[in-house]
């Protein structure tokens, strides 16, 4: 088998997970929960740069907003985003 890569997670099997994971008070879900359900989604585990990768290649294209430096993560669907440009520039 070869080594997993960000083309082999669909942007919207990521941005489900997102949605999936328990979300804190401003909505936000950290990256410990979205790796969880992310690695339930495709089946098999997933190292943790490989999900800060994928996570910062959404953020750069503006799928998702939050943090993606590899601290806690809290992470967005950009589509909910209620602090625009601090979080998701573009919005």
Do not use: Y
Request: glycine letters at 10%; aromatic letters at 4%; one cysteine or more.
């Amino acid at each position: 088998m070869s080594r997993l890569q960000c083309k082999d997670i669909p942007d919207a099997t990521f941005l489900d997970a997102v949605r999936a994971s328990p979300a804190g008070v401003v909505g936000w879900r950290t990256r410990f929960d979205v790796h969880e359900k992310v690695e339930e989604a495709i089946g098999q585990e997933i190292p943790t740069n490989l999900l800060m990768a994928k996570a910062r290649r959404l953020e750069s294209r503006g799928l998702l907003g939050g943090c993606t430096c590899g601290c806690r993560g809290d992470w967005h669907p950009s589509d909910e985003c209620t602090l625009g440009e601090v979080c998701c520039p573009g919005l």
